[in-house]
């Protein structure tokens, strides 16, 4: 700690403090420009001039400048005062004066400090700039004119994001922000770089002349989509969400958010939102009543229940309290076969975790990451499906140096950062690699052993698992493997990463198995700043399972379910907040299923080609309608709060469940999400210490920040197979979407609108084939037509399609196993 | 005493001579109210279009809020006012909106003969307050 005074005030703060940072801890304000929190320190605007007294005769930039003992600082005198509205000047010299027009206008820093330092005229006199903006991408306006050249586009796209699309060129008045060879801007589009611009240098297109900023009413919510949990603070102006605002002051994610949550939102103004009830009605879908189409509802699966039996289908962003309703719903109507997300794809955690560790959730938090020294990434897709925490990962390496590898089946993003190795394996055998690790950490005698059982067996099947003959197998680098593996042993803290969703299903279970064995074998579960991560694909995936929308005892589970659709052995199917067709694997047994099934119930905000099929359709509501809680991925439960009212007629996936449930004769009723909460933690142990109206800004975590595991238990698991074909097929999350309801939202749609199939450059020149090409993809029986991407993440001979297209069609080739053998022809 | 009555009823009588009048015969006669008047607002024409760049400051500064504008892109990616309306019967004309505008948009007229029948006619349009 150092102590220092400023503006008499006495100050102790840390000694990475800088000035500026201690006055701010001190309650003195200093002007800054282009100071950002998140950032490292840079210097570039001299706003922040302050004096010291032990360096007399220049001032110092507060922001830079680090504290030290004894210092005196003084923040405000005429000559301060004079250089800072110099300094002002300066600035606005080739400003344009835009401020009618500028979207930034009212929230504009330069705005602010003008008038805040008193800069009313101007001494110095200067070409105003014009230079053409960039209006190339979709979502990014770029207006260089009115830039002040604060650099912090530049570093947090760089320093967080790890894309680094800008720099700086050319030389005095000349210098400009500019992309590579100066082209329009075409990257990840996560808006990082929009909302750290202090001016209206860098503006959101869709939000463009929508609204002032004083106009819009702020609500603090949670992402609809992935598992990352981040706040989003919804602009809402007359009733409809305008834009997602900048907001680093709560939540896990430090204001960092990607394309999906910053740009993501339109899809709940989608004028396709289902409005009314639909009930079918001589084979067509008619609107009705709410009370016309709960009570054919409950007619219906009363029916189907006094016959072969109901199956409830629920996917994984309802919040908790919804889901608790949905449970209860389950009971009145008699079923145990309840499940959701397809099923498979969460069974890593409930399964493999729960049979090493005893628990089923992720062991640490995400800002923990940051701190590790060592991380493992399982599939190359963590950051494609997870892109914040991608970026603590980035921050991880960058500042603190961690050494990343992945074991994958292709390269992604996670590749490209400094010093990534990824150890790319064969699809399908990413699993052998993992097994190899653990056997020569037993092996070199690195492993951990202490308190842990199962040994024995673990030693017993990893004999297949010799190293150098697995990375012959496999086609991984035999150093690297092992490089990996002794780093992964010997440092003070790691992380292994992994992500889970309904493109992952294969070997999800013996994965997350292999993944805790590792992570038992390095003493990862239970220390503090390391952390076993297993990440929901869904923004309630974790709540899903710590509600246990799972078979209740001898229950069905989805695909049983379906299979008993199918065969015509199950009378009712309802399906809330899940479009199967679309999503999961095997479209083909889904669309029998629903052929066969008597009564299907579709609950959805659109009228997917799901609900096309069902007898009644339910119009339900968004996130941004919601109240209620969100658990991510690391397990905090974060509050989601309702910004518009639904349209039409359209309610809360929870008041729907209410009114049937009622309608089914149940007595039970709630006044509100804090009343079911409190209900929640009856049955969930872990929810039961806290309480709704108490959740904070930062949301609460069950179980700690350090979840202890129940056992330590390695697991021997088998190594997977390879498939042989000329092309292997794996499918998976593109970055630009989340499921399926992206593909509705305008965002996202505008960078990636189309489904394809992404393959190496030496297969594209083989096939003779160039980006936009169509294909032809057949295996499992069937043929798909899809356009060429042209990429360098795929080794020769894989290919990759992503799953969130509809007419695609590529569940009818993926059913669900790790990797498919295709063959590909013009 | 009689002195200073006479001089001001002197006054008082000069008034009633032809000529000396203040009162007009409205509406067949009608005053010019001074330039500084507050009435009617005007939006000021630019060569093709309106000069409001819809910045919405005088919605905003307007203490009657009587003032809706919303604004949109035209053709040329220009910020404009596609719905520009005052609503007379809350407008105080107070003319804040006129000291707000930073392009000189909107101006107040002289005009002060507002009436109507209908209510609907007292919403002022763009179209209205371009003329
Ligand atoms: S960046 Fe700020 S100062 Fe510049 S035109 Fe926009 S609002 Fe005005
Ligand atoms: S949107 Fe994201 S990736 Fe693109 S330039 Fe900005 S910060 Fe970088
Ligand atoms: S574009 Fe914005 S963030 Fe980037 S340097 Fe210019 S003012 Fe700073
Ligand atoms: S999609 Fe996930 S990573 Fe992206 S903003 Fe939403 S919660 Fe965050
Ligand atoms: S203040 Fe002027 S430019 Fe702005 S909205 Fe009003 S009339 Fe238009
Ligand atoms: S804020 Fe310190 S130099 Fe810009």
């Not at chain 1, 500019?178 to 939000?207: H, I, K, N, W």
């Not at chain 1, 009363?302 to 629920?314: E, N, T, Y």
């Not at chain 1, 292997?728 to 593909?743: E, I, M, N, P």
């Not at chain 2, 001001?8 to 009633?16: A, C, E, M, V």
Request: hydrophobic residues 40%; charged residues 25%.
């Amino acid at each position: 700690m150092v102590n220092l005074t400023i503006d008499g005030k006495q100050v102790t703060v840390s000694k990475a403090a800088t000035i500026y940072e201690a006055a701010k801890e001190a309650g003195v304000h200093i002007p800054v420009l282009c100071y950002a929190k998140k950032l490292l320190p840079y210097g570039a605007c001299r706003v922040c001039l302050v004096e010291v007294e032990q360096m007399k005769g220049r001032l110092i930039p507060s922001c830079t400048t680090p504290v030290s003992e004894g210092m005196v600082v003084i923040t405000t005198s005429d000559e301060i005062k004079k250089v800072r509205k110099t300094v002002m000047e300066f600035l606005l010299v080739n400003h344009v004066l835009d401020c009618p027009v500028c979207d930034k206008g009212g929230e504009c820093d330069l705005q602010d400090l003008t008038y805040e330092l008193g800069a009313t005229s101007n001494r110095f006199e200067g070409e105003k700039f014009d230079l053409p903006t960039d209006e190339v991408n979709p979502l990014i306006e770029r207006n260089m004119n009115r830039c002040v050249l604060c650099g912090k586009c530049v570093r947090v796209c760089d320093e967080i994001v790890g894309y680094g699309s800008y720099s700086f060129i050319n030389r005095g008045f000349e210098t400009k922000i500019a992309t590579a060879y100066d082209r329009g801007l075409d990257c990840e589009f996560c808006g990082q770089c929009l909302s750290m611009c202090p001016v209206g240098a860098l503006l959101p297109r869709p939000f463009k002349f929508k609204a002032r900023p004083w106009q819009l009413k702020e609500v603090d919510s949670v992402c609809g989509y992935c598992g990352n949990g981040c706040t989003v603070t919804l602009g809402v102006k007359d009733h409809k969400v305008e834009t997602i605002r900048f907001n680093d002051k709560i939540g896990v994610n430090d204001g960092n958010l990607c394309v999906r949550g910053r740009f993501g939102y339109s899809y709940v103004n989608h004028e396709d939102r289902l409005t009314k009830p639909l009930v079918r009605k001589n084979g067509e879908l008619v609107e009705a009543d709410w009370d016309e189409a709960l009570q054919a509802v409950a007619d219906g699966l009363s029916k189907a229940q006094q016959g072969q039996g109901v199956g409830i289908l629920s996917g994984a962003r309802l919040t908790n309290e919804e889901l608790y309703l949905l449970k209860q719903v389950a009971k009145v109507v008699g079923t145990e076969n309840l499940d959701h997300s397809g099923g498979e794809c969460y069974k890593g955690v409930t399964e493999g975790l729960k049979g090493a560790l005893g628990v089923a959730a992720s062991t640490a938090t995400f800002p923990q990451i940051e701190k590790t020294n060592v991380i493992l990434a399982i599939r190359s897709d963590f950051y494609e499906t997870h892109p914040v925490v991608g970026m603590v990962v980035n921050q991880a390496i960058r500042r603190n140096g961690a050494k990343l590898a992945i074991v994958a089946d292709k390269k992604g993003k996670l590749d490209k950062l400094p010093g990534a190795k990824t150890l790319l394996s064969k699809p399908g055998l990413e699993l052998d690699v993992l097994n190899a690790m653990a056997r020569l950490l037993l092996d070199e005698g690195l492993a951990q052993t202490e308190g842990i059982e199962g040994l024995e067996d673990l030693k017993t099947a990893l004999a297949d698992f010799e190293p150098s003959q697995v990375a012959e197998r496999t086609g991984v680098d035999l150093e690297t493997l092992q490089a990996t593996a002794r780093q992964l042993a010997g440092a003070e803290n790691s992380a292994i990463l992994m992500a889970y969703g309904l493109p992952y299903q294969g070997l999800n279970k013996e994965l997350a198995t292999a993944a805790a064995n590792l992570a038992l074998l390095v003493g990862i579960p239970g220390r503090e700043g390391s952390g076993l991560y297993l990440c929901g694909e869904k923004s309630n995936s974790q709540g899903a399972i710590d509600l246990g929308i799972l078979p209740q005892n001898a229950g069905k589970g989805a695909q049983q379910m379906l299979d008993a659709a199918a065969e015509g052995k199950l009378d009712g199917l309802y399906v809330v907040a899940e479009d199967p067709l679309s999503s999961y694997p095997d479209r083909d047994k889904v669309a029998k299923a629903f052929d066969k099934v008597p009564f299907l119930v579709v609950q959805d905000l659109f009228l997917s080609p799901t609900a096309e099929q069902a007898d009644v359709v339910l119009p339900a509501a968004s996130f941004a309608e919601k109240d209620g809680t969100f658990t991510n991925a690391e397990r905090r439960i974060q509050r989601v709060r309702p910004g518009i009212p639904s349209p039409g007629e359209a309610r809360t996936d929870g008041a729907i469940f209410s009114a049937l449930a009622n309608k089914l004769g149940s007595t039970v009723t709630f006044t509100g999400p804090a009343a079911i909460f409190a209900e929640i933690g009856k049955d969930t142990k872990a929810y039961a210490e806290f309480n709704f109206n108490e959740i904070g800004p930062q949301g609460v975590v069950w179980g700690g920040e350090v979840l202890q595991p129940v056992c330590k238990k390695v697991v021997a698991v088998s190594g997977g197979s390879s498939v042989k074909g000329d092309f292997q097929l794996v499918t998976g999350s593109a970055l630009y979407h989340s499921g399926t309801v992206s593909t509705k939202a305008k965002g996202p749609m505008a960078v990636l609108s189309e489904p394809y199939l992404e393959l190496s450059r030496e297969d594209a020149k083989a096939l003779s084939v160039v980006d936009g090409d169509l294909v032809k993809v057949a295996g499992n029986g069937t043929e798909l037509k899809l356009k060429v991407k042209v990429g360098n993440r795929l080794p020769k001979g894989v290919v990759f399609a992503p799953y969130h297209f509809a007419e695609a069609n590529v569940n009818r080739l993926y059913k669900g196993e790790p990797v498919i053998a295709v063959t590909v022809s013009k | 005493m009689f002195k200073e009555f006479a001089k001001g009823l002197s006054i008082t009588f000069k008034h009633l001579l032809p000529g000396h009048s203040t009162t007009v015969q409205y509406p067949t006669v009608k005053l010019k109210p001074s330039d500084r008047f507050r009435g009617l607002h005007r939006l000021v024409p630019s060569q093709d279009r309106e000069k409001c760049v819809a910045c919405y400051l005088c919605p905003t500064v307007c203490p009657a809020k009587c003032i809706t504008v919303e604004s949109a892109e035209n053709e040329k990616g220009e910020k404009y006012p596609k719905v520009y309306t005052i609503d007379m019967l809350r407008c105080i004309f107070c003319g804040y909106c006129v000291e707000a505008c930073p392009v000189e948009a909107i101006e107040m007229t002289g005009a002060y003969e507002l009436a109507n029948y209908e209510r609907e006619d007292f919403q002022f349009t763009k179209e209205r307050l371009l003329k």
